[in-house]
């Protein structure tokens, strides 16, 4: 009964930007975290980005200073700013979340995944 929406990929040069975002909706209580994950084939999926409800975020080495990600709880909504990308960037992006869709009842949630490309 919760969904996460994706938005904002697609083919940017290097050196450029794109902004992610990711809305939840449904039947939501609480929302623990929420964030974005990359896969390559042939590979893991790994964490680029997230943030608690407390506020709290964490990002992967290889973006720190790049990459930012913010919350706007009044919409449930997850952003991921991506500048200074380079072509080792390119990856399909995923919205996770852990959410609580009532006060004893929670889940792990994915987006559908949207293709970030940075290429000349």
């Known amino acids: 009964q919760v969904q996460l929406v994706e938005s904002g990929g697609g083919l940017v040069q290097p050196g450029g930007s794109l902004n992610l975002a990711c809305t939840a909706s449904g039947s939501i209580f609480s929302i623990v975290a929420m964030g974005w994950y990359r896969q390559a084939p042939g590979t893991q999926r790994e964490l680029v980005a997230q943030v608690t409800s407390g506020g709290s975020t964490d990002y992967a080495d290889s973006v720190k200073g790049r990459f930012t990600i913010s919350r706007d709880n009044a919409l449930n909504t997850v952003y991921l700013q991506m500048n200074s990308l380079k072509p080792e960037d390119t990856d399909v992006y995923y919205c996770?979340?852990?959410?609580?869709?009532?006060?004893?009842?929670?889940?792990?949630?994915w987006g559908q995944g949207t293709q970030v490309t940075v290429s000349s």
């Open positions: 996770h979340g852990k959410i609580y869709s009532s006060y004893n009842r929670w889940n792990e949630y």
